[in-house]
């Protein structure tokens, strides 16, 4: 019998309720900060989910690889539209943030797929410290891409509101401020680790491209 990969559970629930919760969250966020920031949020909620269910019930899908990046970067990446409409000082800071993530993954994702690997995660842990430890490590690579979720969102509710004031005398602080200094760090750190890709995955396509010039300059002079 004939698989329907597109009906995955990982596939539904990763990706296909994911980008209705975003395009809901996107509809609100002119005018309902609190429901678009809920609909973001359970978005990218989702994601933690995708992957377990394919390996439990082993519906790993290269579809659900590709539609789980792209929907990371352009829900990300529309937030961060959103967020230089409310911060025209630092539109620069997300135009950079929105290029990099996106110029980072998409060439990655390629030069995994030019050397042969399943997807852009499966890395040689000879490679690159950083890397190895970023995608070998589950909680960290949670923990990173929630802090960077949170980051951008809290960013665009500390537009609206403070959030709920923390009774600390003279130190009291809106809730959601507090947040964003906490993953603020993580989020910067993260935008390090994507330029890490970006020149891990370019060095390793300047490889390949002397490999394969090589091959051809040997096989040139054996004619």
Known sequence: MTENVFLFVPNIIGNYFRIICAFVSFYYMPFDHYRAAFFYLLSGFL???DGHFARMLNQTSKLGAMLDQLTDRISTMCLCGVLCYFYPKYI???Q?????????HWIHLHSSLMIGKENHKHIDLSENFILRHYYTNRQLLFVFCAANELFFCLLYLRYF???PVLPLGPLSIGLWTLILCITAPIAFAKMV???VHL???CQNIASIDVTERERAFRHGKSK
Do not use: K, P
């Not at 950079?96 to 980072?104: E, G, H, P, R, Y």
């Open 47 to 49: 994601d933690a989910f």
């Open 92 to 94: 620069i800071f997300f």
């Open 96 to 104: 950079f943030s929105m290029a990099l993530d996106i110029f980072s």
């Open 161 to 163: 509101t403070i959030g």
């Open 193 to 195: 680790i994507s330029g």
């Open 199 to 201: 020149v891990v995955a």
